[in-house]
């Protein structure tokens, strides 16, 4: 439900779905060039690759902001059922960047209420703001994506309609498995994130049926169990 996959070139995804024929890859862009880029893997794969029109917070400030307006404009000709990668950000991002940052994660609120379309979240640090901000706008569908927050705002998250998604990096890292064991199945989806290395992980989307195997161990349910509901979480985001 959320990955870079313009950084893979057309032979990787390929052998990605070689490997895991039922995979379908949720891919964010984070500007316009990317959302180029991975349009044009949606062109190769129609029904693998899922595009998502969006403008990172990293890129805030680096990056015109032009840029926002073409890429909302290209969702709207393309029919985009997804837009990310997009969000606030108070980790890693020039705080003197906050008022733009609000602006054009609002105006991307805005657009997938439109376009009736989820919103794929990046929030590290900001993950109160972000949640406050979409219930204040009336978003319906939403998915914090690789969530690391506090366990008490899951159960705002969930009450608001909006799911979490779980990473591989739950094997090694702690804050992310708590909220693995914590996020309810019935608002629980899953995403590689990636491609790069995460302390010595690889992170790609052939990841993603072992780290459902893992939520089934710690859950002590069957990993058919945790795919029906991954499957049936990821359809309600897209599709309603």
């Known amino acids: 439900m959320h990955c ?39 062109d190769i794969f129609p029904e693998k690759i899922i595009p998502c029109a969006g403008f990172h917070p990293w890129n805030i400030g680096k990056r015109s902001l032009r840029e926002v ?14 837009i990310g990668e997009v969000g606030l950000d108070k980790k890693f991002v020039d ?3 906050w008022p733009t940052q609000q602006a054009v994660f609002t105006r991307f609120l805005q657009v997938a209420k439109e376009l009736d379309a989820y919103v794929t979240i990046h929030s590290p640090y900001a993950w109160r703001e972000a949640l406050t901000l979409m219930v204040e706008l009336g978003v ?21 309609g909006y799911y979490i998604s779980i990473n591989p990096a739950l094997k090694i890292q702690s804050k992310h498995r708590r909220v693995a064991e914590y996020t309810p199945l019935e608002h629980m989806v899953f995403e590689s994130d990636g491609p790069y290395n995460y302390r ?25 169990t945790v795919l029906s509901y991954a499957s049936l979480n990821s359809e309600r985001l897209l599709y309603g």
């Open 140 to 160: 319906e569908k939403a998915m914090f994506h690789w969530y690391t927050g506090p366990l008490n705002l899951i159960d705002e998250i969930t009450s608001s």
């Open 95 to 97: 705080p003197n960047t």
């Open 200 to 224: 010595g992980l690889r992170l790609s989307p052939i990841m993603i049926l072992e780290t459902i195997e893992e939520i089934a161990s710690l859950r002590k349910i069957s990993v058919d």
């Open 4 to 42: 870079h996959a313009y950084e893979f070139d057309s032979n990787k995804i390929m052998e990605i779905l070689e490997k895991a024929p039922n995979l379908k890859i949720v891919a964010v862009s984070d500007d316009l060039e990317s959302l180029y880029e991975t349009l044009e893997l949606h």
């Open 69 to 82: 307006e073409e890429v909302i404009r290209h969702a709207y000709k393309y029919d985009i059922h997804c």
